[in-house]
């Protein structure tokens, strides 16, 4: 089993930045791809961004491309989401996902995903 701990959110005002983190612990060996999702009220939980555990290729979706970045830390297993030029829109809680060896077109789905942490508020005022 792999366990994710995710910390970082916060309220923050638009256009300003933060960075999520989520350590990964237990079987790691087991973690092929981790991924940022999000959901906000009402909506349901959507792809933000993930990346392989092997070659650091990474993927975003277009709503956060050139304003997010995800990264990772192989050496303490986490993963970081630096958020810059945020908007209200990015409101949301942000969960933190790991996968296993999964083919790479269907990592934006949620069901790829065995592994959730608990979720870490973002809230971005106007």
């Known amino acids: 089993q792999v366990q994710l701990v995710e910390s970082g959110g916060g309220l923050v005002q638009a256009g300003g930045s933060l960075r999520l983190s989520c350590a990964a612990s237990g079987h790691i060996f087991l973690i092929d791809y981790m991924g940022w999702f999000r959901q906000a009220p009402g909506k349901e939980r959507e792809f933000v961004a993930a990346?392989?555990?092997?070659?650091?290729?990474?993927f975003y979706v277009d709503s956060v491309k050139e304003r997010f970045i995800i990264s990772r830390d192989s050496a303490n297993h986490t993963v970081y989401l630096q958020m810059h030029s945020l908007r209200p829109e990015d409101t949301a809680v942000y969960y933190c996902?790991?996968?296993?060896?999964?083919?790479?077109?269907?990592?934006?789905?949620?069901?790829?995903?065995?592994?959730w942490g608990q979720g870490t508020q973002v809230t971005v005022s106007s």
């Open positions: 996902a790991a996968a296993g060896s999964i083919w790479s077109g269907v990592i934006r789905s949620r069901a790829s995903y065995a592994y």
């Open positions: 990346i392989k555990w092997s070659n650091d290729n990474t």
